[in-house]
């Protein structure tokens, strides 16, 4: 598949934007009191019900990809449980490619290359090895924590200033998710040997399971940072809020980083997001020319 389709579908899986703002989210006093999961997780549940229904922006796109660094700008439409649309303009003010994601279905073209691809989303994960999702895109989009389930249950920790939302896996799961992350934030743990790893992924595997966990503002609670483990397929989806806008942008993430890894490698994603609009109907035009071919 072409880079700019690589990128264009790095987008799809989970992206986001908003008003620009320069203020960046702030570590505070590490001694933070004590609260309760239930605490947490009631104060994540009500910043989750912003029911923005049309959403646009520019976003300058920065990627780090296994094969190398690439760099475009793109504009992204949404309309909520419904679509994202996303055009990719790298130079020059030309579209070379555009998406358009659904509940279940992704179309994209490559124009550069006169190729498209239209199918559903478990046609899309075996075809590019990432099955996109429209609600984690959107959740995204909106800054929240994505993926939290109030039916399940979650342990409390404290953390380089945040709290910590972790869900109840067993301990060793915890351990094995951190180890395993190319971000693990534990410093003075004590990593586990290869074999006790090999064993409880072994273990996991069993269990299906899947580790998440969020990092909270201790001043207003909203998520700066969400890390998804699947520990069966060795993947991991890491999203951080690097800046959020004031008041006036109903504190939305301004600066988003997303990372992607897994066995084949590593992928970043940074998004620097402009131009906001909040009102539609907006235009999501796609008409696959007749001349193009589908995508090998």
Known sequence: MKEGLKALMFLTLLTSAACKSKRPIVILNPDLPARSPEKLLDRLLARGTDTLRYYSAKAVVDLEL??????????????????????????????????????????????????????????????????????????????????????????????????????????????????????????????MKDKRLERTLRKAEEKEAIVLRYWIEPNDFSTSRVQIVDLVHDQIAEVRYEERGGAEQHFLPTRIRITLSGPEGQATGTLDLSRIQREGPLQMNFRIPDKFTPLP
Not at 72 to 90: L, Y
Not at 131 to 159: M, N, V, W
Not at 160 to 176: I, P
């Open 66 to 191: 296994p094969s190398g660094k690439k760099s475009f700008k793109a504009q992204v439409r949404s309309v909520r449980d419904s679509a994202v649309w996303v055009s990719v303009i790298p130079a020059l003010g030309i579209e070379a490619a555009r998406a358009l994601l659904t509940p279940d279905s992704l179309k994209l073209m490559d124009r550069l290359n006169d190729r498209f691809f239209v199918g559903d989303t478990a046609d899309a994960a075996q075809k590019f090895g990432l099955q996109p999702s429209l609600f984690l895109l959107q959740e995204a989009l909106l800054g929240k924590a994505i993926g939290l389930d109030p039916e399940i249950k979650y342990r409390s920790d404290r953390e380089e200033g945040f709290y910590v939302l972790t869900s109840k896996e067993r301990r060793k799961f915890v351990r094995a998710a951190e180890d395993i992350s190319p971000s693990d934030t534990l410093e003075h743990d004590r990593d």
